[in-house]
């Protein structure tokens, strides 16, 4: 009797095992059909996501000691001078940097300055603090309540300023919760210019090339001194979304009110603080270090060879610097469908790995049962891999008749969760499309939210089914092997003695 007989036979004889294994096999099929459709659907609409967003690569310096950078001196002016010790990137470098194939723009964080510009501006936290102030004590009686009504006078004109190189690449901008609606942007080497919202503008009535003059100021006592920083306003820009204001928001946080300026301004601040604290003056410096720049590039196929290109350049030693992909806006809006990847991909594996394990155990039960029928066929000079092989095929079999009705009913199985998936993104979808946050330091943060224009396609794919059925097979003859692998190490007449 032949192998193929011997297959038909047993499964055709033991139908309720038969059944049971089919039962098994089907729902595996059934659910891994669903699981890695949804995974495939998802990891497309995410693959969507990530086109339609600005992503680059970050490259930070890590911390290291002043002492170990500079060599410090003093000038005829009685400044102090500093003079970099180590190959580390500078601001001259981002021409080369920006002529790699693929960079199409970079960030590089400049700072943030709290400044007094004397502007009327949106009001927030320190605007209601008066309020309060002044009802409390509307006739100035209580001096306990001097110092804060002071400092609240203060920030009432003051702006958050951060400082760019160019700011066409600022986050605001290239995921667009800022837009630039009249003028430039600050561009590199500019001096002296600015850019402010289109509500600042309205409220002080300023337009292009108008001047700014902002100064430094006491945080405890709120004296302003020094000389002023005078901007030129070269661009306006709007709000794309509207900020979820606390009662408690400072003015300096709220983006209607943030102004951008060159790094220029960095100089100034940092001159002005330390004549006024007496500590000693830095020198401008003609080429400054570049703590941190983000390249982006032009799609995200282009990630790993520009990374490579700049490791290339001889313009730093890269052992000072730290490489990451620059994504924190793919993250926040594909933030749905990445979930749901992660949740199909355990589900995959779950079922795959818990499959296999119920098979074997099932499998290694009724092997055990069949000893004298392994004993017999010993006997009668089958060998072990032809048994095996037996074993193999009737677990293959029953797992291709339960793959076929996987296939069949999958469709509606498919197309339930799907949707249960798609209402999931839906319902995570955000209106304003952005979210703001505020740290202690009053630096705002914006990230781009999931939107409502994510689809998650779900259909069966060809790949998907071969990749199911590969699974099934392989499910299959692992459980049979695992089954199988100590009783088929018995001699016959070890087996017989065991049926």
Not at 37 to 49: C, F, L, P, T
Not at 176 to 183: D, F, H, I, P, S
Request: include cysteine; charged fraction near 25%.
């Amino acid at each position: 009797m032949g192998a193929f007989q011997r297959v038909y036979l047993y499964i055709t004889r033991k139908k309720a095992r038969s059944l049971l294994l089919l039962i098994l096999l089907w729902v595996m099929g059934l659910f891994l059909l669903a699981g890695l459709s949804i995974r495939a659907g998802a990891r497309k609409a995410a693959e969507d996501v990530r086109k339609t967003i600005t992503t680059g690569i970050e490259i930070e310096m890590i911390p290291i000691a002043g002492d170990k950078v500079y060599d410090l001196s003093y000038n005829e002016k009685g400044e102090l001078v500093r003079t970099v010790k180590l190959p580390l990137l500078a601001v001259s470098n981002l021409k080369q940097l920006l002529e790699i194939e693929g960079v199409k723009g970079y960030f590089t964080e400049m700072g943030h300055e709290i400044v007094y510009t004397g502007l009327d501006v949106h009001p927030g936290g320190y605007a209601r603090t008066l309020e309060e102030i002044e009802e409390q004590d509307p006739e100035g009686l209580y001096n306990d309540l001097e110092e804060m009504r002071s400092t609240s006078e203060a920030y009432l004109h003051c702006n958050g300023v951060y400082l760019v190189n160019d700011s066409q690449w600022h986050p605001f901008f290239t995921n667009g919760a800022l837009e630039l609606t009249k003028g430039r942007h600050i561009e590199l080497g500019d001096e002296g210019k600015a850019i402010i919202s289109e509500e600042l503008a309205r409220r002080n009535g300023l337009g292009i090339g108008d001047i700014i003059e902002s100064y430094r100021f006491d945080f405890l006592t709120s004296e302003r001194y020094g000389s002023p920083f005078e901007s030129e306003i070269v661009g306006i820009y709007k709000i794309n979304f509207e900020q979820d204001l606390s009662n408690w928001t400072s003015e300096d946080a709220i983006l209607a009110n943030v102004i951008f300026a060159d790094p220029s301004m960095d100089y100034w601040s940092q001159a002005a603080y330390n004549t006024y604290a007496g500590r000693d003056v830095l020198a401008r410096e003609s080429d400054g270090l570049l703590g941190n720049v983000t390249l982006f590039v032009e799609e995200p196929a282009m990630l790993e060879s520009v990374e490579e290109k700049v490791k290339a350049l001889d313009l730093a030693d890269w052992k000072y610097y730290t490489f990451r992909r620059y994504d924190q806006d793919y993250k926040a809006a594909a933030k749905p469908v990445s979930a749901i990847v992660t949740l199909s991909t355990i589900l995959v594996v779950i079922i795959f790995a818990g499959t296999f394990l119920i098979l074997s155990l099932i499998l290694t039960m009724w092997i055990r049962s069949r000893r004298r029928e392994i004993g017999i066929l010993m006997s009668i000079g089958v060998k072990k891999k032809g048994i095996l092989a037996q074993f193999i095929l009737e677990c293959c079999m029953v797992a291709i008749v339960a793959f076929l009705l996987s296939g069949l009913m999958a469709a509606p199985l498919t197309n339930a969760v799907g949707r249960i998936m798609q209402r999931r993104i839906d319902a995570s979808a955000s209106q304003e499309g952005y979210e703001a946050s505020v740290d202690y330091q009053s630096n705002i943060t914006v990230n781009k939210l999931p939107s409502g224009d994510m689809t998650l396609e779900y259909g069966l794919r060809p790949a998907t089914v071969l990749l199911v059925f590969a699974a099934m097979a392989l499910v299959s003859m692992a459980s049979v092997i695992a089954a199988s692998r100590q009783i088929l190490k018995q001699k016959p007449r070890e087996a017989l003695k065991g049926g």
